[in-house]
């Protein structure tokens, strides 16, 4: 059963980057969009950002934007994360759609703190 595995998160200050990947163990990516969630203490879980399956399309939460870029090839995606605020804080999870457009395969995640 195919898993996906996200890795790169850890401790960065204010101001600092990471780069987020995730990739498919025990097969491949569907051919349909992914995304990138995250999840702070105490919160709900939130939209990241989305990419189509071809890469040319990409969507961000209003709160990333010119800050963190989502990207993919044929074996990973990526989040690259410039900038970073405390606010980043999360644990952050890779998803891909199904046909119908729900996210519904899900990685564990992956851990980011910002401190400031």
């Known amino acids: 059963q195919v898993q996906l595995v996200e890795s790169g998160g850890g401790l960065v200050q204010a101001g600092g980057s990471l780069r987020l990947s995730c990739a498919a163990s025990g097969g491949t990516f569907r051919r349909y969009g992914m995304g990138w969630f995250r999840q702070a203490s105490g919160k709900e879980r939130e939209f990241v950002a989305g990419i189509s399956w071809s890469g040319g399309r990409t969507n961000y939460a209003d709160s990333v934007k010119g800050r963190f870029t989502i990207s993919r090839d044929n074996t990973q995606m990526y989040l690259q994360m410039n900038t970073l605020k405390p606010e980043d804080t999360a644990v952050y999870y890779c998803?891909?759609?199904?046909?119908?457009?729900?996210?519904?395969?899900w990685g564990q995640g992956t851990q980011v703190t910002v401190s400031s």
């Open positions: 998803a891909e759609q199904n046909y119908f457009g729900t996210y519904d395969r």
